[in-house]
């Protein structure tokens, strides 16, 4: 379980192709890094395979790929990063499983005083789960929806969250991945019987 609280980014600093997916290695700025643990890379959650100093290495099976952006990640390329909550850990988020739901694309990104207004396109399939002033992770970032359109919605982004995580970079067209409230989705699976 992740809060969409990023810790920081990372690069990519290989990628490595296998039949059954792809290996990516990333530079962390974690110096307790272990074998098994978890970690949400641009929101996915992936297991740590082999680490060293200042850097660990992450397999993505073909489901990974299917649902995120990460087979197009080269090395260079920046990524959010977040380690699982521990039990006894703060709670400054929301519920994020690391379990992305698709993936969206900018459609426009604007300033309003220091923050920024990004603009989203509204992923196909998952409009139900996208409510104004509702929970949404954006690679891994828990923002909240402060609009929602027919076919897009908006999150005003502080300097802190943009200076922190990819968002700084990212531009109109660029892909981005979406996890939406996992809350939404157990209520509408509880109640589907009742309708």
Not at 20 to 43: C, K, N
Not at 140 to 155: C, M, N, P, Q, Y
Request: hydrophobic content about 40%.
């Amino acid at each position: 379980m992740f809060t969409g609280i990023v810790e920081g980014t990372g690069e990519v600093c290989d990628v490595t192709a296998t039949n059954d997916g792809r290996r990516l290695r990333v530079a962390a700025p974690f110096d307790d890094l272990h074998e098994g643990q978890s970690i949400a890379v641009s929101g996915a959650c992936l297991t740590v395979e082999a680490f060293g100093d200042g850097w660990f290495e992450v397999f993505t099976a073909a489901e990974t790929l299917d649902r995120t952006y990460l087979g197009d990640l080269a090395p260079g390329d920046a990524v959010n990063l977040e380690r699982a909550l521990p039990a006894d850990g703060r709670f400054d988020g929301h519920l994020v499983q690391g379990h992305v739901d698709g993936v969206t694309t900018v459609e426009s990104v604007d300033r309003v005083g220091e923050d920024r207004w990004f603009e989203f396109a509204l992923p196909d399939g998952l409009a139900r789960y996208v409510v104004e002033k509702g929970s949404i992770a954006l690679d891994g970032i828990s923002l909240t929806v402060a609009e929602r359109g027919a076919e897009t919605f908006g999150v005003a982004v502080v300097p802190t969250t943009r200076d922190l995580t990819t968002l700084s970079q990212r531009t109109p067209g660029d892909p981005v991945h979406v996890e939406v409230d996992v809350v939404a989705k157990y209520v509408e699976s509880l109640v589907e019987g009742y309708r």
